[in-house]
C-alpha cells in the first residue's frame, strides 16, 4: 500500500472536522460538570412529603407507647372469670373448665388457696393473678371473726341459746337476718319452696341458686325442718310428661325418659325403680321420694 493512500485515509472533509470537534466540547463539558458540580447535596423535597415525615415520626412513637403499655388488670372476684378473661390471664382450658364445672355444681371458691385446689393452676400463674382477686366483703369477715376471742362469761354464753325455726315457717324478715343472706337470696329461698311445696331436708339449700356452703351451714344452725305442712305429691305412675317437667328435680330430659321406661316396664312400685333410669340424681332420691306417690 502507498503512503500517499494511507494518508487520504486520514484526510477529513469539513463537515467530519467539525462533528469531531464538536463531540470532543460535549465530552469536555460533561467532564467538568462531573468534576465541579455536587451531584450529592439535598434535594428540596415538596411540603406534602416533609409534612407526612414529620407525622409519621409521632405515629411511631405511639406505636412504640402502645407497645410498651401494659393492659391495666381490675381486681374481681375469682368465681366469675370468663373463658376469655381466663386466657387472657393465661389460664388453660383445661384450668378454665375445671373452674366452670365447680361454679355450675352452686359452689364458691373463697380464698387463693382453694382456688388453686379447684383449678389446678400453677404456683407462678397463682402468683400473678391472686393480688387481683376480690373475695365478697363477707368472706372477709368471715376470716376476721374466726380469729377473734370473744372473752365473755360462762354464764353470759349459755343464755344465748339459738332457738332454731322450722324453715317451712320462715318468713322473709327471719331469713334476712342470717348472715349473707340478703333481700335476693331471701326470695329465692321463699321461691323454691313454693314451687317443691315444702321444704323437706335442709339439705334442699344447695338446690337454691346462689348460696355458698357457707350461707348454708348459718342456715342449717338457724332452721330447721319441722313439721311439714301437708302438699301434693305428684303421682309417678300417672302424670304426664308435662307435669313431670314442672318438678323441679326431673328437668332436662328426666321427664320424658321416666314415662318411656313406665310404659315399656310398668308402673313404678318405689324409688329404687326410679333410679334405674338413665340421667336420675341418684343422690337425691330420699329427698325425692318425699314428694312422690307410688299408688
Given at each position: 500500500m502507498k503512503f500517499k493512500t494511507i494518508v487520504d485515509y486520514g484526510k477529513y472533509s469539513k463537515e467530519q472536522a467539525l462533528g469531531v470537534i464538536s463531540l470532543f466540547l460535549v465530552v469536555l463539558i460533561l467532564q467538568l460538570c462531573y468534576y465541579y458540580l455536587d451531584?450529592?447535596?439535598?434535594?428540596?423535597?415538596?411540603?406534602?412529603?416533609?409534612?407526612?415525615?414529620?407525622?409519621?415520626?409521632?405515629?411511631?412513637?405511639?406505636?412504640?407507647?402502645?407497645?410498651?403499655?401494659?393492659?391495666?388488670?381490675?381486681?374481681?372476684?375469682?368465681?366469675f372469670i370468663s373463658d376469655y378473661k381466663g386466657y387472657k390471664l393465661g389460664m388453660s382450658v383445661a384450668e378454665i373448665n375445671r373452674l366452670l364445672a365447680f361454679r355450675k355444681s352452686n359452689q364458691y371458691v373463697n380464698s387463693v388457696s382453694e382456688f388453686q385446689k379447684v383449678t389446678l393452676v400453677s404456683d407462678s400463674l397463682l402468683e400473678t393473678m391472686s393480688p387481683f382477686f376480690k373475695f365478697p366483703d363477707w368472706v372477709k369477715n368471715k376470716k376476721v371473726t374466726s380469729s377473734f376471742q370473744y372473752e365473755s362469761p360462762k354464764q353470759f354464753i349459755k343464755s344465748e341459746k339459738v332457738v332454731m325455726k322450722n324453715i317451712n315457717e320462715a318468713s322473709h324478715e327471719d331469713l334476712v337476718k342470717v348472715y349473707g343472706v340478703g333481700q335476693v337470696l331471701s326470695e329465692r329461698i321463699l321461691k323454691f319452696k313454693e314451687t317443691v311445696g315444702a321444704i323437706v331436708s335442709m339439705d334442699q339449700m344447695s338446690d337454691v341458686w346462689g348460696l355458698s356452703p357457707e350461707v348454708i351451714e348459718k342456715l342449717k344452725l338457724s332452721f330447721k325442718v319441722g313439721a311439714i305442712p301437708e302438699m301434693r305429691k305428684l303421682d309417678i305412675n300417672n302424670a304426664s310428661i308435662k307435669e313431670l317437667g314442672q318438678f323441679v328435680y326431673f328437668k332436662n330430659g328426666l321427664a320424658r325418659e321416666i314415662v318411656i321406661y313406665r310404659s315399656m316396664n310398668g308402673d313404678f312400685k318405689n324409688i329404687e325403680d326410679l333410679i334405674k333410669i338413665k340421667g336420675f340424681p341418684v343422690e337425691k332420691r330420699n329427698i325425692i321420694a318425699l314428694y312422690l306417690d307410688f299408688r
Open positions: 451531584f450529592n447535596k439535598y434535594v428540596a423535597e415538596s411540603p406534602e412529603k416533609q409534612s407526612w415525615i414529620a407525622n409519621q415520626v409521632v405515629v411511631d412513637s405511639l406505636k412504640k407507647g402502645i407497645t410498651n403499655t401494659k393492659p391495666t388488670i381490675f381486681p374481681f372476684n375469682p368465681n
